[in-house]
């Protein structure tokens, strides 16, 4: 493919899927884009929502890794404030040790879940930042500890620990340096990159010299301010010497038209009752989506969503993604398929969104379209 494409699976669950159907279907669409010549294929994570199966990536990149040959497989991303820096590290160092070569490190900020969730699930960390006032942002210190912590054997923390801002830690070797650094110790290092949607991401990315993704499947505004305040502030770094840039999209292909509106109605659905107060349910087929009642509100809202989604036939999707990479001068597409099933079909497979990743990689490469 001329130009780089990858995916996004948010690891959706149906009305008529349980979790093992999701992870299945999962593992399908990841040897699909293998088979294809995806790039990567990233999961992301999130906490406390029945419409979602992934709430740890690193165990489903295992999974996913065991399960293909040569696709990159990563996160997008792991909400780096639910977890310590070092259990970050470790788990994807020992990933990058099972699959050298193939792993991706994507990192958030976002806490993946509601405010009680994240709450329950940092722990002493969120009673520990509840109570401090000063609301110093650690978010860039912990993205830095991971990345040194990933480098190579010459790298390391030293010192991590202040006494004076970790009372009741006692400091090994006191005195010494202490190094600190992430086992087990693999002859390479997964991708680090860092996602976001805002101007804070884009502006820590730029200075950190870190890969960049943006998330444009949210369908806010704001991606050419962010790019271009990425490229404009970026410093190169030991791992990367220019600005290298990803844009996530969500994308529905298929034969005609009206089927992929069809297909997806039911995210369209989700996504409009999610802005508009409700609650994140498990994920309608097509059919169900068809018969359900939408008020105007929810009318308008899957509408201004379905503007910004690709959304049709091959040729037209093809197109509307080779613009949208060359206006916003990205380095790749990473398409998030997010249609649903009709009813009848196997829970334990997404046949629609393996059409969308067939069709739309074939309409991008005249070549492999011609010999498949």
């Known amino acids: 493919m ?4 990858s995916v996004l699976d948010l690891v959706p669950m149906r009305t008529d899927q349980t979790t093992a159907d999701a992870i299945a279907a999962t593992v399908s669409l990841a040897r699909c884009a293998d088979e294809l010549g995806f790039t990567r294929y990233w999961v992301a994570e999130h906490h406390n929502m029945q419409a979602v199966a992934a709430t740890s990536p690193g165990v489903l990149i295992a999974h996913l890794a065991a399960n293909t040959s040569r696709i990159r497989l990563g996160s997008g991303g792991v909400m780096l404030p639910n977890h310590a820096p070092l259990a970050i590290a470790e ?14 490190l994507g990192l958030g900020r976002a806490p993946g879940s509601d405010p009680v969730t994240a709450y329950t699930l940092r722990g002493p960390r969120a009673a520990s ?59 390479s290092a997964p991708d680090v990159w860092l996602l976001g949607s805002s101007h804070y991401s884009a502006q820590l990315a730029a200075q950190l010299g870190m890969a960049y993704v943006y998330a444009h499947h949210f369908g806010q505004s704001g991606i050419e301010n962010a790019l271009a305040l990425y490229r404009r502030e970026f410093t190169s770094s030991v791992t990367l010497a220019k600005p290298k840039t990803l844009v996530t999209i969500n994308a529905v292909v298929a034969e005609t038209h009206e089927e992929a509106e069809a297909l997806a109605l039911p995210q369209l659905i989700m996504m409009a009752r999610l802005r508009s107060g409700g609650r994140l349910g498990p994920q ?21 969503q379905a503007s910004r989604w690709v959304i049709g036939t091959p040729d037209a999707a093809a197109a509307q993604v080779t613009e949208l990479a060359n206006r916003y001068e990205v380095d790749e597409i990473m398409v998030s398929p997010v249609s649903s099933g009709h009813d009848g079909e ?9 059409r969308t990743l ?11 379209a011609a010999a498949a």
Request: glycine share 4%; no cysteine; proline share 8%.
């Open 346 to 354: 196997s829970p334990a497979i997404n046949i629609s969104k393996q």
């Open 284 to 304: 309608l087929t097509v059919e169900q989506a068809a018969a359900e009642r939408i008020s105007p509100m929810e009318q308008d809202l899957i509408e201004d």
């Open 358 to 368: 067939e069709l739309l990689s074939r309409a991008l490469s005249p070549a492999a």
């Open 129 to 187: 930042d509840a109570s401090d006032h000063s609301h110093v942002d650690t978010f860039p210190h912990d993205v830095q500890t991971v990345a040194a912590l990933l480098g190579s054997d010459s790298e390391a923390i030293t010192d991590p620990f202040d006494p004076e801002h970790q009372p009741g830690v006692v400091i090994p070797m006191r005195g010494q340096d202490y190094a600190l650094r992430a086992t087990p110790r693999a002859s």
């Open 91 to 104: 788990q994807f160092a020992l990933l990058e040790a099972m699959y050298p070569g193939r792993i991706d």
């Open 2 to 5: 001329m130009l780089s494409l």
